[in-house]
């Protein structure tokens, strides 16, 4: 069964550092999207991609983060300038239509 | 996006129909029904979806009332691994937006 992959399974970053989040949507897939979930609480979402731009976009999305499809396979989640309250399991999702997401494993990211 | 109400926790003998209660009663005419269910740290997981009619996959069946204010998933025969968190979403054109879920646990 096809699979949306991400990478890193975990990432440590330092505060204030620079940190991308790659994922691999399932290929004929058009749709994407990231959510977050701090440990504890519930899945929040972040942003969604459609047609190489952003059809919508939470209030958590602020201008620290950014969404790109750099290539035909990939899709990445960059944070600028982490912060503590940054650290958080963070899944990236894609769908073929309106209907049903797959969602990622996840990568569990932890700011020291 | 209508509002879901969902119990906070249930329990379900392993073998036994597990019955998912879901609440929307201010969902629109045009709003779909979904259930997704996470278990443990994983991703969320799509287990259904449906409009009107009631709807069964390999997962799941989704009975939603006449009136379209409530509904319920069915997992026929629940086994430990259905243990998890599981979310009900009424949405018609935003993405999806997670609540609280029930968690279910199975017990042997």
């Known amino acids: 069964e096809p699979e949306v992959t991400q990478t890193p399974s975990h990432q440590v970053t330092q505060m204030g550092q620079e940190v991308i989040l790659r994922c691999v949507p399932i290929s004929n897939h058009l749709y994407f999207y990231w959510y977050r979930q701090i440990l504890g609480q519930k899945v929040e979402f972040l942003v969604s991609?459609?047609?190489?731009?952003?059809?919508?976009k939470s209030e958590i999305f602020d201008d620290q983060f950014s969404v790109e499809r750099p290539d035909g396979s990939n899709f990445t989640l960059k944070i600028r300038s982490t912060k503590l309250e940054d650290s958080a399991m963070y899944f990236c999702?894609?769908?073929?239509?309106?209907?049903?997401?797959?969602f990622g494993s996840g990568t569990r990211l932890t700011v020291v | 996006d209508a509002k879901t109400t969902q119990p906070t926790s249930m329990d379900c003998a392993e073998g036994r129909a597990a019955n998912l209660p879901c609440n929307h009663s201010t969902i629109s005419g045009n709003e779909y029904v979904y259930w997704y269910r996470q278990i443990h740290s994983q991703g969320p997981q799509y287990i259904i979806h449906?409009?009107?009619n009631n709807e069964t996959n390999e997962m799941a069946s989704l009975i939603i009332t006449e009136d379209r204010k409530s509904s319920t998933l069915i997992l026929p025969h629940a086994t430990l691994r259905d243990t998890a968190v599981y979310y009900c979403?009424?949405?018609?054109?935003?993405?999806?937006?997670f609540g609280a879920g029930t968690r279910l646990t199975v017990k042997p």
């Open positions: 991609f459609y047609n190489n731009e952003i059809s919508e």
């Open positions: 999702a894609s769908s073929e239509d309106f209907y049903g997401y797959t």
């Open positions: 449906g409009l009107k």
């Open positions: 979403i009424v949405r018609l054109s935003n993405d999806m937006r």
